[in-house]
């Protein structure tokens, strides 16, 4: 479990950054649509960059949370399988005791 909460403070902290850096540029973007009305082809380039940018980052920022999703519902199975297996060992053992116990007591009873 320890390393569950290694790995999300590491996904916590990356989905941070990109949270941080779309809002960095989409501030900017507004800004840009705001202040440039007449922009040369260098600055409108960038702006359609940064705007792609800021896309990709949602995009990214989604399929974070889609592995973390993903990520936590298989660990919850595994987890809910070594139960079952424990389950089924513990109740395999104890057919292996009343089996050794029943030979035991039909031996007895041939034995008489």
Do not use: H
């Amino acid at each position: 479990m320890e390393e569950k909460g290694k790995g999300s403070e590491r996904w916590g902290g990356a989905i941070a950054n990109l949270t941080e850096m779309s809002s960095n540029l989409e501030s900017l973007q507004k800004l840009l649509l705001k202040k440039a009305v007449f922009v040369d082809e260098e600055t409108f380039a960038r702006a359609s960059l940064t705007a792609e940018q800021a896309r990709t980052i949602k995009i990214l920022q989604q399929r974070v949370e889609t592995l973390e999703r993903e990520l936590d519902a298989a660990i919850t199975a595994a987890a809910r399988a070594r139960s079952e297996k424990r389950q089924a060992e513990t109740a395999q053992k104890a057919a292996e005791l009343r089996t050794q116990e029943i030979t035991r007591e039909l031996e007895n009873t041939t034995s008489i």
